[in-house]
């Protein structure tokens, strides 16, 4: 053991080195120590000692920016496991309550989105239950979510992890409303020339109501996954492996050569067999936030690389210009997991709030990739009786915000 003004001398140069990362100050008498009288890992205990009285006092920025350096300067000494160990759980942990603003803004535009479902579900014809129905929606689902994010303190994972399940489920309903031909009904004839079939009947009111109840479940599911503590990386990671899941189910399902119906189910499988991969998988993997972001920044700059070379060379088989920007996303999700593998240790230690909703996000002169939420939407179409009300789903790719 290190005499005490050893020790003290130690934790002033370290704290030197450790400055760009957090703001140290200490008052010590100082007295000469040789070199050979320090060791890795004396120094990387005093600097642990240091960041668990930061933590005590509730300076949590500097006792997490002093871990990051002893895991990063002393990565095989005792302390540094230590130092992985705690900022492993700081990320678990999250900040209790922080994810309640995201939880009200959220159940409030839901609130909206059934206010006009509700009455497409029941085949309103006329523009009055649709104005009553947004006038009761948004205050509705504004307070629903006010009393859920104050009954408990929800971190900004488990808010999530609601949010998503009510989209996820959403977007679910549409998607197998649409398989199953909810609401139509097929209708064939033979003629000279041989059998033909086609659909008959408007399944808007079918499709509305599937939407309904697969975002329940959907909210369902996610309020119970949300009773165990779940890290905003884990939650993020698990948003992109279900968008990446669909991506690789209607891929994948192309060059099945599957059609219509048959390839919208494989792109629904696809995604619920991503959202199922990342949620079970993630929790071990622990990524932070910004690495999740970084790893699918890789498969999309990989997908899009394949979309130029598709360009460039204007091959003429589809499966073969299908199959060049679905294996360059696999290629980047890859390298994207390769080239991070340190990437937390050195993460900052507050990384500002997360975009969300959008891929690409503008703020204040910087651009973040985000999660993008596939959201509801009404389309007015133009039918054979006058203007026809269809559910639908937007997913937004780029937001700006300049003041």
């Not at 130690?10 to 009288?37: D, E, H, I, K």
């Not at 000494?77 to 603003?101: D, Q």
């Not at 104005?131 to 979510?145: C, I």
């Not at 119970?224 to 990386?233: D, K, Q, V």
Request: net charge negative.
């Amino acid at each position: 053991m290190l005499p005490r003004a050893a020790r003290l001398a130690a934790f002033l140069l370290c704290v030197a080195v450790a400055a760009p990362a957090g703001r140290v100050a200490a008052q010590v008498t100082p007295t000469q120590v040789t070199p050979s009288q320090v060791s890795p890992a004396d120094s990387a205990e005093v600097l642990l000692d240091a960041a668990s009285r930061f933590s005590s006092q509730g300076r949590h920025d500097v006792a997490d920016a002093l871990y990051r350096l002893i895991a990063e300067r002393f990565p095989s000494t005792p302390a540094a496991e230590v130092a992985r160990l705690r900022l492993g759980a700081a990320r678990v942990a999250g900040t209790a309550g922080s994810g309640r603003v995201e939880l009200q803004v959220w159940s409030t535009l839901y609130g909206l989105w059934l206010g006009i479902a509700v009455p497409g579900a029941l085949g309103a014809d006329d523009s009055e239950p649709y104005g009553l129905g947004l006038l009761l929606g948004g205050p509705a689902g504004f307070f629903a979510g006010k009393q859920i994010a104050g009954s408990r303190d929800l971190t900004e994972g488990q808010a999530r992890a609601i949010t998503l399940g009510g989209t996820w489920g959403t977007w679910q309903g549409f998607g197998w409303a649409e398989v199953l031909e909810l609401g139509q009904e097929e209708v064939c004839y033979d003629d000279a020339f041989g059998r033909y079939c086609y659909d008959e009947g408007d399944s808007s009111e079918e499709t509305f109501a599937a939407m309904i109840l697969g975002g329940a479940a959907g909210i369902a599911a996610g309020a119970a996954l949300s009773s165990r503590p779940i890290s905003p990386g884990v939650a993020t990671a698990v948003n992109f492996g279900s968008l990446w899941g669909t991506w690789f189910g209607f891929g994948f399902g192309y060059l099945a050569d599957l059609e219509e119906d048959a390839l919208l189910a494989a792109t629904l499988l696809g995604g619920n067999a991503g959202l199922a991969a990342t949620a079970l998988k993630a929790p071990d993997w622990n990524p932070s936030r910004s690495r999740a972001r970084i790893v699918s920044i890789y498969g999309v700059i990989g997908g899009l690389s394949g979309l130029g070379v598709d360009l460039l060379t204007q091959p003429d088989d589809e499966k073969v210009a299908m199959a060049i920007p679905l294996a360059g996303s696999i290629a980047g999700l890859v390298l994207g997991v390769m080239n991070t593998r340190g990437f937390d240790a050195a993460e900052p230690a507050a990384a500002g709030a997360p975009p969300g909703g959008a891929l690409l996000n503008l703020s204040e002169g910087s651009w973040r990739l985000g999660a993008p939420m596939p959201h509801p939407r009404v389309l007015e179409l133009d039918g054979p009786r006058g203007l026809v009300r269809r559910p639908a789903l937007g997913l937004t790719l780029v937001h700006a915000r300049f003041f």
